[in-house]
């Protein structure tokens, strides 16, 4: 636990997870894809899909490190955040930077939105290349410095979920979690 807000970490897919706000780790398009992406717009149907041609429309997709917000659809959750992950590049281009501004901008929104509970995918990690442990590194240290760095202002999330869909992802995270007052499911 990092103040009055829970980290859990499970292995699960993620439009079944029960809570405010799923991120989505989105591609620039906003109009689904492969992976995680791809599951999220097929599980929240043709409303989540509108809403994302809307925003693709004002202001022509989101750019990698940004984030938006539409209604999730058919999906358990109240909202999805889309949020643009970086492409591996050697670690050339910041992408450390920019998957960090992923967490932070995601926070940022669902404390606008009032969410109690959001769940994380692991951003970058699949077709994007990111090299799995940096990118948990990256998650589990810009959440709980977000988290600190917000202390003396009301809380509105009690609960973070990281969703690992694959063993390597959900080991390095209950490794990583471990040393905090986490749940592990």
């Known amino acids: ?13 993620i439009t079944q997870v029960e809570v405010d706000i799923i991120v989505n780790a989105a591609n ?17 149907g043709k409303d989540l899909l509108a809403e994302c041609v809307k925003i693709r429309e004002r202001q022509g997709g989101c750019k990698v490190g940004e984030a938006v917000i539409t209604t999730a659809g058919n999906l358990p959750a109240s ?3 889309h949020t643009v992950g970086p492409v591996w590049n050697e670690g050339n281009n910041h992408v450390t930077d920019k998957l960090r501004a992923c967490y932070i901008n995601s926070l940022l929104l669902a404390r606008e ?8 995918p692991n951003i970058s990690t699949g077709i994007y290349r990111f090299p799995k442990q940096l990118a948990a590194e990256i998650a589990i240290e810009t ?3 977000h988290l600190d760095s ?3 202002e009301e809380q509105t999330i009690n609960h973070v979920y990281f969703v690992c ?3 390597d992802n959900y080991n390095i995270y209950l490794s990583m979690l471990s040393k905090y007052d986490t749940e592990i499911n």
């Not at 939105?113 to 994380?120: I, M, P, Q, R």
């Open 165 to 167: 869909f694959d063993n």
């Open 113 to 120: 939105y009032n969410a109690t509970s959001l769940a994380f």
């Open 1 to 13: 636990m990092v103040h009055q807000t829970t980290l859990t970490v499970i292995k699960e897919d």
């Open 28 to 44: 620039t398009s906003l109009l689904g894809g492969g992976g995680v992406d791809g599951a999220i717009h097929k599980a929240g």
């Open 143 to 145: 959440v709980i410095s």
């Open 79 to 81: 909202y999805v955040i």
């Open 150 to 152: 917000r202390i003396l």
